[in-house]
């Protein structure tokens, strides 16, 4: 007991901020790119999603407390909306071996080029069409993280954009060892889903993105 008393070091409460602070200034966000001079209407998209949740339901096939709602398909194919087509191929770490294995079906993320009928008379078409006009984009989908959860430890084959809509402090998406809370401020985010990483929900509301598969990175390799 005397030896741990004599090693211990109190350090002082002005310079125990200090340090944290500087460790955080040291946090690298280089996966997270907020889109410049872009900005949404967050009132009218709050809008618009109640009114299409009259409607429709989120879609949560073989994966818990997710949900996702297509806002695009491929033309005149209501089977690219559909079954596995919701979720697209991704890669994990299933267990304690550490080995990586692929999860679900390759998915032409090129063909998802019209809007579901359902939004055409939306805020979201005006957000997709401006969207599709600057980012070459795949599926795009309205994304459901029920209250207290996360998703697997996994990547993807491509990156997301994220336009959050309905979110809490306790959510955040995590790139490797880097957390970052992404506001429902109107504000588009593009995110490095190349990387091993997941989102958790640690609050009691239900978080909504708008999401959609980016097929130029903007991050360098």
Request: charged share 30%.
């Amino acid at each position: 007991m005397s030896y741990l008393k004599s090693n211990i070091k109190i350090i002082p409460k002005i310079k125990l901020k200090e340090t944290i602070r500087n460790n955080m200034e040291k946090v690298s966000f280089e996966d997270f790119y907020e889109v410049p001079n872009l900005n949404f209407d967050i009132s009218r998209l709050r809008s618009d999603l109640d009114k299409i949740l009259k409607n429709k339901k989120f879609n949560s096939p073989g994966v818990t407390h997710f949900g996702a709602i297509p806002i695009n398909q491929i033309p005149n194919d209501e089977n690219s909306i559909k079954g596995n087509n919701i979720r697209g191929k991704y890669w994990t770490i299933a267990d304690d071996t550490g080995k990586e294995v692929s999860r679900d079906v390759d998915i032409d993320e090129s063909k998802y080029t019209q809007l579901v009928p359902e939004f055409e008379k939306t805020y979201f078409k005006e957000v997709f069409e401006i969207l599709s006009k600057k980012y070459k984009l795949g599926r795009v989908r309205l994304l459901l993280k029920e209250p207290r959860s996360t998703l697997s430890w996994h990547k993807d084959p491509e990156c997301r954009l994220h336009v959050p809509i309905i979110t809490n402090k306790g959510c955040s998406m995590v790139i490797e060892n880097v957390a970052k809370h992404l506001p429902a401020d109107g504000k588009v985010w593009i995110t490095n889903n190349t990387k091993y990483h997941n989102f958790f929900n640690g609050g009691e509301q239900a978080r909504i993105h708008l999401v959609a598969c980016v097929l130029e990175s903007p991050f360098k390799k």
